[in-house]
């Protein structure tokens, strides 16, 4: 099966995730189509704004352990959280 994604904002990426963590599709049958890659909207306009996710709620969400240096208790801004996307979904294409 192959599959196309046209966006890379937060609701693409996180549809990446989900196939990543399913293990449904392998990534090279898929397909990113996006201007940008970069988060989009989300990133671009809003990502200065703070989440009410704390660090440590965000970074286990992924399964990440970078960024250790980070109080787990701080929110996490928004432009963090879609990088952890970001991070998440380029790992899955290695």
Known sequence: MKLLVVGSGAAGLLFLWHLQQSKKILPQDIIIVDPH????DLQRKWGSVQSNTTWSQTLAVFG???WKDLDPTKPAPLHHSITCLLYTS???DE
């Open 37 to 40: 890659h970069d988060g989009g």
């Open 64 to 66: 990440l352990s970078q």
């Open 90 to 92: 380029d790992a899955a």
